[in-house]
């Protein structure tokens, strides 16, 4: 992706907090007091700094999965300033599917790798239960579940993938 001359400069991707830490120096070195709660409760998703968009045709992103989601992070991160449009046949906004079979149970909102707000201060649309039906890169644009059309300038295809039963007896156990 190429970066608009006037795009911001990528920020950095260690965490950010709103608040600041107790810090004393001891014998040269800069001890930081805090607890892992406290951190963890503090973080601040990256932002990527652009307040306004270009008028121009969106990337779209089919899928709403790990790679999607890292996708348009490091995208913003990178100071890609086009308009991102995320599109999913799932009800739930991007959440880590893979920790369902580690933590049985969780609920999908639960799961989600940021909130809306990251979505909205990032400028990227999220349509929920869409399917991309139809690819036409001629004209450059999907087909949606709904009949619409959608223009984009790149597409990213970020399907994931469904997990192969082992063809073994037990295999369907629960």
Do not use: W
Not at 55 to 78: C, L, Q, T, W
Request: hydrophobic content about 30%; aromatic content about 4%.
């Amino acid at each position: 992706l190429s970066r608009p001359p006037s795009a911001p400069s990528a920020p950095s991707s260690r965490p950010k907090y709103e608040s600041s830490f107790r810090v004393k120096e001891e014998d040269g070195d800069l001890i930081i007091s805090t607890t892992e709660k406290q951190l963890e409760l503090e973080r601040r998703a990256p932002t990527c700094g652009i307040k306004t968009l270009p008028n121009e045709i969106p990337i779209i992103v089919v899928g709403a999965g790990v790679s999607a989601s890292a996708f348009v992070e490091h995208a913003r991160m990178n100071g890609c300033a086009a308009p991102i449009t995320m599109i999913s046949d799932d009800s739930n906004p991007p959440y880590d599917r893979t920790r369902l079979s580690k933590e049985p149970g969780m609920e999908a909102k639960e799961l989600r790798f940021r909130g809306d707000d990251y979505y909205k201060e990032n400028h990227i649309d999220i349509m929920l239960n869409t399917k991309v039906t139809a690819v036409d890169t001629t004209r450059r644009n999907v087909t949606l579940s709904t009949g619409e059309q959608l223009p984009y300038s790149k597409l990213v295809l970020a399907l994931g993938g469904k997990p192969k039963k082992l063809p073994i007896p037990g295999a369907d156990l629960k």
